[in-house]
């Protein structure tokens, strides 16, 4: 077998190119890279032998980090009976390749009781993080670039937050304790979480001292309430839940800012608008920008199998993968399992503010916004009455 043709993992133990030090899992989307359901399980099947599999190693200035493909569908993610012994298998292989800490991507968290469920008695020299702190720093530095690239203040917004599960809430906690805080905030969640988000309102008051009015919304049927669509013009989204967002109801000037996935708004008609009235910004809140440009291995037998795996380089890197890093660069950045404490957020919010990682370019699903279009987006703004 040719070194071109050689699996990563094969090359590894061959000493032909460098180990991992952390490795994220995740459940296979084949949506997202062009597979029917079935072609998928075919690729399972033929191509991973039904076992966890390194797809691709991100080489980054930090260090490198491997993506390791759970063999589940990511609509089966929940009702897989397997799922908890195909992560003790990626873990047993991840630690055979050099990694020391390990993130999870996706919904594997929430399946797993955001990583409590995952035994590491055999493994105590291999840590496991959600990897959540880093995505909602992400969310934070993110909307903090598009509010400045837009000429507007977090002060002057009405913000919804759509999703309080582990990473819409996580992005507020963190909100709260490192910008200005909102002029009125409104708590939305689709899975009828009305005591949760009773809490949430309290802490809010309590917590962060928090001035400003505070609306709980109820959602009905995964319809969203008209609330949010009258009176915010900044929407944080976080959900399981595919398409929430009516776009026809959003206003104009309104900027989404979403970690949802899928997302929460229809990305093919979303272009149709963008393109049609340069209105709207919909962005992906999950990604980061490093200050070194990322090189990526893919195994060559998952690229040949889809066009959309052909990207060798970038700067930007998704924060649930780089959060399997930082805890093995930063020992100030503890690996994160179960309800993360804000003062842990603030500190990962810190030490990658230091590390000179800064905000993604303004995109979502593989469209980038150029600076004709911000300009444009600026032009047409109209402040809605509160």
């Known amino acids: 077998m040719s070194q071109r043709t050689r699996s990563l993992e094969d090359a590894i133990k061959l000493n032909q190119i460098e180990p991992i030090d952390s490795a994220c899992f995740s459940s296979f989307f084949n949506h997202n890279i062009g597979l029917s359901a079935s072609e998928a399980h075919i690729l399972i099947d033929a191509l991973m032998n039904n076992q966890p599999k390194l797809t691709a190693i991100s080489k980054t200035c930090f260090g490198n ?5 759970l063999p589940v569908l990511n609509e089966m993610v929940y009702s897989d009976k397997n799922l908890l012994s195909y992560i003790q298998k990626a873990i047993l292989l991840s630690k055979e390749l050099g990694a020391k800490c390990i993130s999870l991507a996706d919904i594997i968290p929430s399946a797993t009781n955001y ?5 590491m008695s055999n493994n105590f020299d291999l840590s496991l993080t959600t990897g959540h702190a880093v995505t909602a720093t992400a969310m934070v530095i993110n909307t903090e670039n598009v509010l400045k690239q837009t000429h507007r203040e977090i002060k002057n917004e009405v913000v919804s937050f759509v999703g309080l599960g582990a990473i819409g809430s996580s992005t507020l ?3 709260l304790q490192v910008t200005d805080h909102p002029k009125k905030i409104i708590l939305c969640d689709v899975f009828n979480k009305n005591e949760e988000l009773n809490t949430i309102r309290n802490e809010i008051i309590n917590e962060y001292h928090f001035k ?3 609306i709980i919304a109820h959602s009905k049927n995964l319809i969203l309430p008209d609330v949010i669509y009258e009176k915010s013009q900044l929407i944080i989204g976080a959900s399981n839940a595919p398409n929430l967002i009516s776009l026809s109801s959003i206003k104009s000037s309104t900027i989404i800012i979403d ?5 929460i708004f229809n990305t093919v008609e979303t272009i149709h608008r963008i393109q049609e009235k340069s209105d709207i910004l919909f962005i992906h809140g999950g990604i980061l920008s490093l200050p070194q440009i990322i090189s990526n291995k893919i195994d060559y037998h998952i690229r040949r199998w889809s ?6 380089s970038s700067y930007e890197i998704m924060g649930c993968s780089f959060g399997s890093l930082l805890p093995v660069i930063n020992h100030k950045l503890k690996p994160t399992i179960g309800n993360i404490k804000p003062m842990d957020l603030k500190t990962y919010y810190e030490e990658i503010k230091k590390l000179k990682i800064r905000a993604s370019e303004l995109q979502f699903s593989n469209y980038t916004y150029d600076q004709e279009y911000i300009y444009k987006f600026n032009g047409n703004r109209s402040i809605n009455p509160i």
């Open 259 to 263: 970690d949802s996935a899928p997302h």
């Open 173 to 175: 906690r963190l909100m």
């Open 212 to 214: 400003g009015e505070l």
């Open 65 to 69: 980090i491997g993506a390791v493909l």
């Open 115 to 119: 990583g409590c469920d995952i035994s």
């Open 307 to 312: 066009k959309f795996l052909n990207r060798d």
